[in-house]
């Protein structure tokens, strides 16, 4: 069934109106935007939508564990708040069809519940793609390739656009790590520039890229202009280069101005698997060398608060970028007496804490003698150690780790504090602050 998800009427929405400029044999062809809806429940309002496009290979398909990779990372309400979509890029109903019906088998559930779409194209949305130009020295078998590629990304983009928030590109032979919507979704909220054009997931190619939904018509409209000249990696970094470059200065200027656009989150969620690639004949060794290597630093979202320490910092590995998860805090060797202070805007109930001293690359800068302490917004008496400032002691530090649960009879916390308790030769270095 043809579901007319992009306009109720003929109009074209806002977003695609210009679409006949580059793309003028659709005047002849008014539902050439219109897709092939196989399987989906039109769901929208979602935090996050993800498009996978899938391409008939030769050799083999790793679309269905790509997307048992991605939904077995789902917990069930991340499942309520996403879609992913898949986008057949052929024409070949019979084809279409069969990947639907294998989705449908393997994911029955989620087929029903509108977490799975699958979409086609209709064949009157491609231009003749037989007579285009050779260019940057790739062959045309290559050039039809990934001119048909850009073309592919927009129209899923057009689709996916009024679906939800945030958009996030994938491909169709990739595994993700576990908790990858989790760690998406606090790494949004870290980004104290709101200036970004996309984040980065993965360093390969277009896997991994995060969008704001409401972004994706400018997006589109300039694929759509250069679709024929080169591939969509170029095409995005050409774009960044338009928002923020200057002709004036050079181009280390320019590739720090686009650090603030494209803002990179390490190590990667997504590695490639495919070996086959969808260009006949091309095999990728393409591996994403970040993917699965212990972080340096693992981040959380934390209550607001203000971070002091005592400590002399090295660099800019400063407390407060460790504890909004940009960075991990190291500095110079503490001697006793020494602080790390987390005063709350207001006083909060915390449940629980851990802090994590050291990474794989300084495995011995940790905490040692140290204890963590509180200070209870009202006065209380316990049978707990309590400083002559009035912090109860409530967990120490163990092989660098703290982990440990606040006892809800403090009540609520103005203060969290570590206290070094003797010297140490060694530099302290801390990878993980969650409260």
């Known amino acids: 069934h043809n ?14 109106s210009n679409i006949h400029y580059y793309l003028p044999h659709l005047q002849e062809h008014e539902d050439g935007i219109y897709p092939n809806v196989v399987i989906g429940q039109g769901r929208t309002g979602v935090a996050m939508v993800i498009g996978v496009p899938t391409v008939r290979r030769e050799k083999e398909s790793y679309l269905m564990d790509t997307l048992q990779s991605l939904l077995s990372g789902m917990s069930e309400d991340q499942k309520k708040h996403c879609m992913i979509i898949i986008f057949v890029a052929e024409v070949d109903l019979k084809y279409v069809n069969s990947i639907a019906e294998s989705i449908r088998s393997r994911f029955p559930k989620e087929a029903l519940s509108g977490v799975l779409e699958v979409v086609s194209p209709p064949a009157s949305y491609y231009p003749k793609l037989s007579n285009l130009k050779a260019s940057l020295g790739d062959s045309s078998e290559r050039v039809r390739w990934r001119t048909k590629q850009n073309l ?94 200057s002709p004036e200065k050079d181009a280390r200027h320019c590739e720090r101005q686009k650090t603030y656009l494209r803002i990179r989150y390490r190590p990667s969620l ?31 979202v934390n209550p607001a608060a203000e971070v002091t320490t005592s400590l002399k910092v090295f660099q800019h590995f400063t407390l407060e970028k460790a504890y909004k998860g940009i960075d991990f805090f190291w500095a110079f060797a503490p001697v006793a007496g020494d602080y790390i202070l987390f005063s709350f805007w207001q006083p909060i109930k915390i449940e629980r804490y851990l802090f994590k001293s050291g990474n794989v690359e300084h495995p011995g800068d940790i905490i040692v003698d140290a204890t963590v302490e509180v200070l209870p917004n009202a006065v209380r008496n316990f049978k707990i150690v309590k400083t ?45 602050v969650s409260l």
């Open 152 to 245: 592919d990304y927009s129209f899923l983009m057009m689709y996916a656009q009024p679906r939800g928030t945030f958009y996030l590109q994938l491909e169709d032979d990739i595994i993700a790590k576990p908790s990858f919507i989790q760690t998406i979704s606090e790494f949004v909220v870290l980004q104290d520039s709101k200036e970004w054009m996309f984040l980065e997931f993965s360093q390969l190619g277009f896997i991994g890229k995060l969008f704001r939904c409401r972004d994706l018509p400018l997006i589109v409209e300039f694929l759509l202009m250069f679709y024929k000249d080169k591939p969509i990696d170029w095409l995005l970094d050409h774009l960044l280069w338009v928002k923020v470059c």
């Open 270 to 300: 997504f590695q490639h698997v495919g070996i086959h690639s969808s260009l006949a004949g091309k095999i990728q060794k393409l591996k994403d060398r970040d993917f699965g290597k212990n972080p340096l630093l693992t981040a959380h």
């Open 388 to 432: 002559q400032d009035g912090y109860f002691q409530i967990g120490t530090f163990k092989n660098g780790i703290a982990d440990g649960i606040v006892n809800p009879n403090l009540g609520n916390i103005k203060a969290l504090r570590l206290s070094i308790h003797s010297s140490s030769a060694t530099w302290l270095l801390l990878s993980e």
């Open 3 to 16: 579901l007319n998800v992009l306009s109720l009427a003929n109009k074209l929405p806002i977003h695609l």
